[in-house]
């Protein structure tokens, strides 16, 4: 791999690597930039500094900047590499904004559409979110169906969990979808469910995209407070679960139901939220400046042609 990206980038003439992780892609890409004479960044998120596996003064001490595109995990890499601080840029990641039109009205009557997007993994809490589907259904106040998207090492116990307590019928298993699949259950759902857990490593979740996507959608969320969430989700944009039970979240989803004007106002609020925060065209101008000090800077070596 290593002989592979050398080749490129002598063949390129790459003046500046950057590794979107802080995992193999940053070993390796700290490596060619050092054998090339050229500068290197990298960009963290979320597992990759809470549950790091590389040493850090490898992966970080020649970098140019540091980017993250959240708090939590900002602040795991102040506590952790206090020597890189300095070189730390907090960017979120943004969207077009014009290709995530807002939905003008959700339904939640005559039935409750939830919808899950994420890999079937430790740290999404899917089988809280099952819990709470379970309730919600022995209720009686509420027909009520949901769809996952996503796949990942815990679908078929997943699948068994729902077998078990006589979910079936309930839930639709879409696997992994492309973009405008995802595009079209988020306009119709009637709200995102979003059960992030940390997990026995310490991996958690960042801001998922997915999140961002329904918020600027106008589609309601509804989850926990684990990793970065809060960044994005509170009172205002959506229905925070801070203490999150299966009871707790079933509570939650069923608030957000029953209170259409509260729902409306939130939806609105996240929007808003998104315009503010995550525009891409924002967040694209800032990483252009970073690059083109990283390069104008750099230690040497050769420069892009352009």
């Known amino acids: 791999l290593l002989q592979g990206i050398l080749a490129e980038c002598r063949d390129k003439r790459i003046g500046h690597i950057h590794a979107e992780f802080a995992d193999l892609a ?10 090339l004479g050229c ?7 979320a597992f990759d500094i809470h549950a790091c596996k590389y040493p850090p003064r490898r992966l970080f001490g020649e970098a140019s900047f540091i980017t993250v595109c959240n708090e939590a995990a900002a602040e795991a890499f102040r506590r952790r590499c206090p020597w890189a601080a300095d070189r730390l ?3 979120h990641h943004g969207l077009e904004l014009k290709q995530w039109p807002y939905v003008e009205r959700v339904e939640c009557e ?7 997007v994420g890999r079937l993994v430790p740290k999404k809490g899917v089988h809280i979110l099952l819990k709470a589907l379970s309730l919600i259904a022995n209720t009686d106040l509420q027909a009520v169906q949901l769809t996952i998207i996503g796949d990942g090492p815990l679908g078929p116990a997943l699948r068994r969990q729902a077998e078990r307590d006589g979910l079936s019928k309930r839930i ?3 696997g992994v979808l492309d973009q405008e699949a995802v595009k079209e259950c988020l306009r119709q759902s009637s709200c995102l469910c979003v059960p992030s857990v940390i997990d026995a490593n310490g991996d958690r979740d960042g801001i998922p995209n997915v999140v961002t996507e329904a918020m600027a959608t106008g589609l309601p969320v509804v989850g926990s407070q684990a990793g970065s969430l809060p960044e994005v989700l509170s009172a205002e944009t959506g229905w925070p679960v801070t203490d999150l039970t299966p009871e707790n979240l079933a509570a939650a989803i069923l608030e957000m139901a029953s209170q259409p004007d509260e729902r409306e106002r939130r939806r609105k609020s996240a ?5 503010y925060r995550f525009n891409a065209r924002k967040s694209i101008e800032v990483r252009g400046r970073l690059f083109e000090q990283a390069v104008a800077g750099g230690r040497g070596g050769s420069r892009p042609r352009g």
Do not use: N, T
């Not at 500068?39 to 998120?45: L, P």
């Not at 929007?271 to 315009?275: F, S």
């Open 26 to 35: 940053a070993l390796l890409g700290v490596e060619a930039a050092r054998q």
């Open 39 to 45: 500068s290197f960044s990298i960009g963290i998120h």
């Open 89 to 91: 840029h907090v960017i």
């Open 110 to 116: 005559p039935c409750l559409r939830l919808l899950f």
């Open 172 to 174: 639709h298993w879409k």
């Open 271 to 275: 929007r808003q939220h998104m315009d």
